[in-house]
C-alpha cells in the first residue's frame, strides 16, 4: 500500500505487503528528520531518524527516504505486520530546541 | 530501558483552575520539552528547557503557561487559569543532545477542561 500525493491521513495494508507514507516538509533549511510512530493512547515512539547530508537511511524492516529537492520524506515499511498498525508522524526540526511535527497517517494492517 | 514518565495520565480540571502536569525526564537527559495534541490533531511544539531556563517557546505558551524544573528529576508545565481550548494529551520529551537527536517522549496526560 501506498499513500500518494504529498500525504493522506489514512493507508491500508494487507499484511505482509510493504507501505510507504509519504510527508512534505515546510522549511528547506531543516537538517533533521525524525519518523515516529503513536499507538492508541500513547505517546510518539521514535522509529528513524535521517539527517539533510543523506538520502537513504534502513533500519529493521523500514527505509527513511529524503528529497531535498521537492522536500519529501517517506518511510517504507517492509512486510507489514499487525502490530505497525499506527499513526505515523514525520518530524523536522526547525532549529536547535524544537520538532515541527506532520499531520500523520494513520496506517491500518488488514489480516 | 530508560522512559520518560507523566503524571497523572487523565487530569480532569474546571475552566479557570489551575493545574500542574509533571514529568520525570530520562535521568541523563539536558534537554526537555512539553508538546501538546489536540485530539485527532497533530503534535504542537510548547516549550524546550535547558540549564534551567526556557530555550524557546510557541504561540501557543502565552502567559498563562510557566515551566519549571523544581529538583533534579522532576519537570513540570503549569496552566494558571484552564480554558476549554486547552483540552487536550499533553506529552513531555527530553533528548540528550539540543535538537539534531531523537527525543523521547512520555505516555503523556490527557487534560480535560470541563
Known amino acids: 500500500g501506498e499513500s500518494v500525493g504529498l500525504h493522506l491521513p489514512t493507508l491500508s495494508v494487507q499484511e505482509g505487503d510493504n507501505s510507504i507514507i509519504n510527508c512534505a516538509y515546510s522549511n528547506s533549511a531543516s537538517d533533521y528528520f525524525i519518523w515516529y510512530k503513536q499507538e492508541s493512547g500513547k505517546g510518539p515512539q521514535f522509529i528513524i531518524d535521517?539527517?539533510?547530508?543523506?538520502d537513504k537511511r534502513q533500519g529493521q524492516r523500514v527505509t527513511v527516504l529524503l528529497n531535498k529537492t521537492v522536500k519529501h520524506l517517506s518511510l517504507q515499511i517492509a512486510a507489514t505486520q499487525p502490530g505497525d498498525s499506527a499513526v505515523y508522524f514525520c518530524?523536522?526540526?526547525?532549529?536547535?530546541?524544537?520538532?515541527?511535527f506532520g499531520a500523520g497517517t494513520t496506517v491500518t494492517v488488514r489480516a | 530501558e530508560p522512559e520518560v514518565t507523566q503524571t497523572p495520565s487523565h487530569q480532569v480540571t474546571q475552566m479557570g483552575q489551575e493545574v500542574i502536569l509533571r514529568c520525570v525526564p530520562i535521568?541523563?537527559?539536558?534537554?526537555f520539552y512539553w508538546y501538546r495534541q489536540i485530539l485527532g490533531q497533530k503534535v504542537e511544539f510548547l516549550v524546550s528547557f535547558y540549564n534551567n531556563e526556557i530555550s524557546e517557546k510557541s504561540e501557543i505558551f502565552d502567559d498563562q503557561f510557566s515551566v519549571e524544573r523544581p529538583d533534579g528529576s522532576n519537570f513540570t508545565l503549569k496552566i494558571r487559569s484552564t480554558k476549554l481550548e486547552d483540552s487536550a494529551m499533553y506529552f513531555c520529551?527530553?533528548?540528550?543532545?539540543?535538537?539534531?537527536?531523537?527525543?523521547?517522549f512520555g505516555q503523556g496526560t490527557r487534560l480535560t477542561v470541563v
Open positions: 520529551a527530553s533528548g540528550s543532545q539540543a535538537m539534531n537527536t531523537e527525543a523521547f
Open positions: 535521517i539527517r539533510s547530508n543523506m
Open positions: 518530524a523536522e526540526n526547525m532549529g536547535d530546541y524544537k520538532l515541527s
Open positions: 535521568s541523563n537527559h539536558l534537554y
